[in-house]
């Protein structure tokens, strides 16, 4: 559903559904509005249940109230009903477990944690105010490279971001803001998305000291080898026994790539051996930095410095 189209919160629940049907009324509901899975209840002539779906900015709010129930998502289901959002939960009020990519975390009460829909899961709850925020895949994945690793763990609250934004959900719910307001919802939102990728980014601080190093080690390895012409990614990867993804991400973390600092480095010793004399030609500075392709390597240092090598080489000769 679009977040626009209803802006107004949805409101569902078992109280008036006679007692042998209610769980068969209740999986309908929730997997309209969040996952299609297999699901069952612990006790299905004691069940009841009630959700509440609110759209805020970029994202929706399930609150969940009921007994306990399981839901299990299969290959069958990533086959056929395919979802690729990535859910938040906020045990508020709540307790009950989730299995996912081999890792198995049980929550309680003000526990935060990740699923993703686009892998198979097993998932269990009960209790009061258990809050499912769906979250476009886009708006995390491309800040948190491997958050899919991030899963089936209770975040640590002890890391910056989480209290404030727990605070900030469990608001979004109980306090009456005027989310009808597109431009305060988005805002809203992006605030406390903000603190979850600030959580996520340091959710293991040892895997964060280890990517930091090995960008310092591979910047060094850069600059010493500007003049290697097959100086890649792949190169940078292997000369630090990584993979591309681990090195990729570790760039990642100050947005950065490993060919965009490739070029720039490269276009800035070049000017630089200009500037200084240690070259006397524009080809010599191209061919000393790496760069074999001589009208590719004028349009770049001309993109990058508003001039183009040969007037930049004159201007530098003649000052």
Request: aromatic share 10%.
């Amino acid at each position: 559903m679009n977040h626009y189209q209803s802006l107004n919160p949805i409101h569902y629940s078992t109280q008036d559904i006679h007692a042998s049907e209610r769980f068969e009324y209740w999986n309908d509901v929730v997997l309209r509005h969040c996952i299609p899975a297999q699901s069952k209840p612990e006790d299905k002539r004691n069940f009841n249940g009630e959700l509440n779906v609110r759209h805020v900015g970029l994202i929706d709010i399930c609150t969940v109230s009921s007994t306990m129930h399981f839901w299990e998502r299969t290959e069958k289901h990533l086959r056929t009903g395919p979802n690729d959002d990535l859910w938040l939960g906020f045990m508020e009020d709540g307790n009950g477990e989730l299995v996912q990519g081999g890792r198995g975390t049980k929550y309680q009460n003000n526990s935060l944690m990740l699923y993703d829909a686009a892998q198979t899961f097993k998932f269990n709850l009960s209790g009061q105010k258990n809050h499912l925020i769906r979250i476009p895949r886009h708006l995390l994945a491309n800040r948190v490279p491997n958050i899919e690793q991030l899963t089936a763990q209770v975040l640590d609250e002890s890391r910056p971001g989480i209290i404030p934004l727990r605070e900030m959900l469990r608001q979004s719910v109980d306090a009456t803001y005027d989310f009808s307001n597109i431009d305060f919802a988005e805002r809203f939102t992006k605030s406390a998305l903000e603190l979850l990728v600030l959580s996520l980014e340091v959710q293991d601080l040892s895997k964060v000291a280890i990517e930091r190093d090995l960008y310092s080690k591979a910047m060094n390895f850069i600059l010493r080898h500007l003049c290697d012409p097959e100086l890649n990614l792949e190169k940078v990867a292997q000369a630090h026994c990584v993979s591309v993804r681990t090195l990729s991400r570790a760039f990642a973390r100050h947005q950065k790539t490993v060919m965009s600092v490739i070029w720039s480095e490269r276009l800035n010793a070049s000017r630089e051996a200009l500037k200084s004399g240690r070259v006397t030609s524009v080809s010599e500075a191209a061919l000393d930095y790496g760069f074999t392709d001589f009208s590719h390597f004028s349009h770049a240092f001309k993109k990058a410095f508003g001039i183009s090598p040969r007037e930049d080489f004159k201007k530098l000769s003649s000052s």
